[in-house]
C-alpha cells in the first residue's frame, strides 16, 4: 500500500501504525453500552469513543507522514510510465472531473481510505464466513451452499 516494508522488525512506524489500527478494530467490536442506552452517550462510560478517536488519530498521523513523505519525493521526482505504482500512487495521482467526483482526494479522504482499507482486509481474513458463502453462492448460481469454516 504504502511501498514500504511495514512489517520488518526495524520498521517502528508500521509497527505503530498496526498497533493502532489494531486497537481501532478491537475497540469496533466491543460492545457499548452507549449504544443501548443513548442517554449515556455523552458520558462515554466505558471510553470506547475516547480510546478509539486516539487510536484513530495516531494511525492517520502515521498515515499522513507516508502521505506527506511520498507527496515530497514525487514532486521531486520525474515520474515515468515504465515504474510501479501502488495503492498510493494512484490515490494521489487521481483526478476526477469535479462533477461526479471530487476533482483530486484530499489528504483527510486518503488517509481514511488507507486506514480503512487494511481493516476490510483483515476483518475479511478473520471471519471468512461470510466471504465464503458469498463466493460460494456467486460460482453456483445462487444455490445456497453453506461451507464450514472450521479450517480457517
Not at 502521505?67 to 498510493?88: A, G, P, V, W, Y
Given at each position: 500500500m504504502?511501498?514500504?516494508?511495514?512489517?520488518?522488525?526495524?520498521?517502528?512506524?508500521?509497527?505503530?501504525?498496526?498497533?493502532h489500527?489494531?486497537?481501532?478494530?478491537?475497540?469496533?467490536?466491543?460492545?457499548?453500552?452507549a449504544?443501548?442506552?443513548?442517554?449515556?452517550?455523552?458520558?462515554?462510560?466505558?471510553?470506547?469513543?475516547?480510546?478509539?478517536?486516539?487510536?484513530?488519530a495516531?494511525?492517520?498521523?502515521?498515515?499522513?507522514?507516508?502521505?506527506?513523505?511520498?507527496?515530497?519525493?514525487?514532486?521531486?521526482?520525474?515520474?515515468?510510465?515504465?515504474?510501479?505504482?501502488?495503492?498510493?500512487?494512484?490515490?494521489?495521482?487521481?483526478?476526477?472531473?469535479?462533477?461526479?467526483?471530487?476533482?483530486?482526494?484530499?489528504?483527510?479522504?486518503?488517509?481514511?481510505?488507507?486506514?480503512?482499507?487494511?481493516?476490510?482486509?483483515?476483518?475479511?481474513?478473520?471471519?471468512?464466513?461470510?466471504y465464503?458463502?458469498?463466493?460460494l453462492?456467486?460460482?453456483?448460481?445462487?444455490?445456497?451452499?453453506?461451507?464450514?469454516?472450521s479450517?480457517?
Amino acid at each position: 500500500m504504502f511501498s514500504k516494508d511495514l512489517l520488518d522488525p526495524k520498521s517502528e512506524k508500521g509497527a505503530e501504525f498496526f498497533q493502532h489500527a489494531g486497537k481501532i478494530m478491537e475497540l469496533a467490536g466491543k460492545p457499548n453500552i452507549a449504544d443501548f442506552l443513548p442517554i449515556l452517550r455523552w458520558l462515554d462510560p466505558q471510553g470506547i469513543r475516547r480510546k478509539t478517536q486516539f487510536h484513530v488519530a495516531k494511525a492517520f498521523e502515521i498515515a499522513g507522514g507516508f502521505i506527506k513523505e511520498r507527496t515530497e519525493s514525487m514532486q521531486n521526482e520525474i515520474s515515468t510510465d515504465d515504474e510501479r505504482k501502488d495503492f498510493l500512487d494512484v490515490l494521489l495521482e487521481f483526478r476526477g472531473d469535479g462533477v461526479e467526483e471530487p476533482t483530486r482526494f484530499s489528504s483527510t479522504t486518503i488517509n481514511a481510505i488507507v486506514l480503512v482499507s487494511p481493516l476490510f482486509v483483515t476483518a475479511s481474513h478473520f471471519c471468512p464466513s461470510s466471504y465464503t458463502y458469498v463466493s460460494l453462492k456467486t460460482k453456483y448460481k445462487y444455490k445456497p451452499c453453506y461451507v464450514s469454516t472450521s479450517n480457517f
